[in-house]
């Protein structure tokens, strides 16, 4: 069964840093690309950042020059390095991958469970 499992979520004060991961576990041959998305309460889901197998990354206008998203394809993984956080940036943040090849086949659109981040002093 192939899971994605973010992790690093928690509370911070605004101007510190976060780090999210998202590991990729099960039989799995190949990703697409990955991305962090986030939705706060009362709001629609949004993207933060992608990047391609080939790391081609991109950023949504308001995390730009805050935010880093890297990748690890030896270890399956995905980043978020975040700075300067702002309260604004307080929401569930969820991790997907657009298409995996699996011993059961491709899979497409593949999200996380999420992870809570909270800026507020």
């Known amino acids: 069964q192939v899971q994605l499992v973010e992790s690093g979520g928690g509370l911070v004060q605004p101007g510190e840093s976060l780090r999210l991961s998202c590991a990729a576990s099960?039989?799995?041959?190949?990703?697409?690309?990955m991305g962090w998305y986030r939705q706060a309460p009362g709001k629609q889901r949004e993207l933060v950042a992608t990047?391609?197998?080939?790391?081609?990354?991109t950023y949504a206008d308001s995390v730009e020059g805050r935010f880093t998203i890297t990748r690890d394809n030896t270890k399956k993984t995905v980043y978020l390095q975040m700075n300067s956080l702002e309260p604004e940036d307080t929401a569930v943040y969820y991790c997907?991958?657009?298409?995996?090849?699996?011993?059961?086949?491709?899979?497409?659109?593949?999200w996380g469970q999420g992870t809570q981040v909270t800026v507020s002093s």
């Open positions: 099960g039989t799995i041959f190949t990703i697409g690309t």
């Open positions: 997907n991958v657009d298409r995996l090849t699996t011993n059961r086949g491709p899979m497409f659109n593949h």
């Open positions: 990047i391609t197998n080939g790391g081609y990354k």
